[in-house]
């Protein structure tokens, strides 16, 4: 049974910094794409970052330049170093992680099936 669960949320005052953790068990493919979502206060769920088993990242416009998004193989753990935050970045964020058949899809455009809990980010200003 795969597991992610994410860690690292907090409060921070815009212009910080967080960094989020997601522990992933029970999720033994090789091919595969994962990524962080947000879903902020009246918004809907969007994909802020996605990593692919061959390194391949994408970040949403309104990261690019300010998060990372990277894996630990040997930990089993997926990151997002979040840098210059603002109160847009407010939200409740969750990893996710889907395992890729022979074709090798944009991650950004996957349907995941498999989710974390989540982890609350709030940015004051």
């Known amino acids: 049974q795969v597991q992610l669960v994410e860690s690292g949320g907090g409060s921070v005052q815009a212009g910080g910094s967080l960094r989020l953790s997601c522990a992933v068990s029970?999720?033994?493919?090789?091919?595969?794409?994962m990524g962080w979502f947000r879903q902020g206060p009246g918004k809907e769920r969007e994909g802020v970052a996605h990593v692919r088993f061959d390194g391949d990242t994408s970040y949403v416009d309104s990261v690019k330049g300010r998060f990372t998004i990277s894996v630990d193989n040997a930990e089993k753990t997926l990151y997002l170093q979040m840098n210059s935050l603002n109160v847009e970045d407010t939200a409740m964020y969750y990893c996710a992680a889907e395992p890729l058949g022979y074709i090798i899809p944009l991650c950004a455009n996957l349907n995941y099936n498999n989710w974390g809990q989540g982890t609350q980010v709030t940015v004051s200003s």
């Open positions: 029970g999720f033994t493919s090789s091919r595969h794409c």
